[in-house]
């Protein structure tokens, strides 16, 4: 089921936003957002919580409610609406095609538009000053952060719960996309559903990390190194998860990917180029692949027991 989901995914992109369930899960906390308590940090904190109950509630149920309606239609037609209905839940192809029009913009030496686009698709982060190789760097880091909550986490609890929990991560993950700062809007609204995605990421992100590492390997970029950069710069994050597939990626390409005033991993290495961007997005494909592969044969194993 997994590689047919990501197949999908590859064949079809992503659907338009008013029938694609992550805008729809977007639309519903924006709409619980209209009623959320203010000057109060204790009654916004449990607000938040309140959102999660909501959502995942909604989303895990709509994903059991699925899987048990196309049960009881014939084997590959099942097997084809639920690989369709996981593809919802994944972005390799949005993502890979977010990187390449960065890339794009630098290969014609179009910084302004690299940058833009950077923003717009990539990161959050201020890009009006980063120069070419800040540029990459920042993009390569969102290769390798967003193919750990992009896909392999998806695939992860499609793999322990099918669908209801392939969902319900997908909700924890948009709350957090939406919530989890620490701005004056959202300090405690977003501090559960912050703190949730973090504990959900633990696993998928090191195992993302181990799946770059596999796939520097399989491609001649430098694994033994991947290996050595993530074990001494993973932690360097403020985050507990997104310095694990990073510094995995900057080891494995030989490159420095710095976010000024935050992190520097694999510091040392070189500045990385825009032919650096499309080495990542090639080890992107390889090491979901090899996470593919991996939850697709658990899934068929627990299966047969």
């Known amino acids: 089921m997994p590689l047919l989901a990501l197949l999908f995914d590859l064949l079809l992109g992503d659907p338009p936003n008013r029938i694609h369930p992550t805008a729809w899960m977007g639309n519903l906390i924006h709409w619980l957002m209209r009623f959320r308590p203010r ?3 204790l009654a916004e904190w449990m607000y938040g919580v309140f959102i999660l109950l909501v959502g995942l509630t909604l989303t895990a149920g709509g994903g059991l409610a699925f ?3 196309t049960g009881h239609l014939p084997i590959w037609t ?3 609406l639920n690989a ?3 593809k919802l839940t994944l972005s390799l192809r949005g993502l890979d095609c977010a990187a390449g029009e960065v890339q794009s913009a630098l290969q014609a030496e179009n910084l302004p538009e690299a940058r833009r686009l950077l923003s717009w698709h990539l990161v959050s982060r201020d890009t009006s000053q980063l120069d070419e190789s800040r540029v ?5 880091e969102s290769v390798a952060e967003n193919a750990s909550d992009g896909i392999v986490a998806p695939l992860f609890f499609y793999a322990l719960g099918g669908l209801p929990l392939a969902f319900a991560y997908r909700f924890a993950n948009t709350a957090d996309s939406m919530l989890g700062y620490r ?3 959202r300090e405690w609204l977003g501090k559960v559903p912050a703190r949730l995605d973090d504990l959900l990421n633990l696993i998928p992100a090191r195992l993302t990390g181990l799946f770059i590492i596999l796939a520097a390997f399989l491609t001649g970029a430098n694994g033994r190194q991947a290996w050595r950069i993530l074990w001494r710069d993973s932690r360097l994050t403020a985050s507990p998860n997104a310095g694990i597939p990073m510094s995995a990626m900057a080891g494995a390409l030989g ?3 710095e976010k000024v005033d935050h992190y520097c991993l694999g510091k040392g290495l070189c500045a990385p180029a825009t032919a ?5 997005r090639r080890l992107l494909y390889f090491a979901i692949a090899l996470a593919a592969l991996s939850f697709t044969l658990w899934s068929g194993y627990v299966t047969q027991r």
């Open 39 to 41: 000057q109060n940090p």
């Open 67 to 69: 899987s048990f309606l």
């Open 78 to 80: 099942g097997i084809l």
């Open 84 to 86: 369709l209905a996981l």
């Open 136 to 140: 990459c760097a920042a993009a390569i």
């Open 183 to 185: 701005d004056a809007e």
């Open 255 to 257: 490159v420095e990917l």
């Open 276 to 280: 650096d961007l499309l080495r990542a």
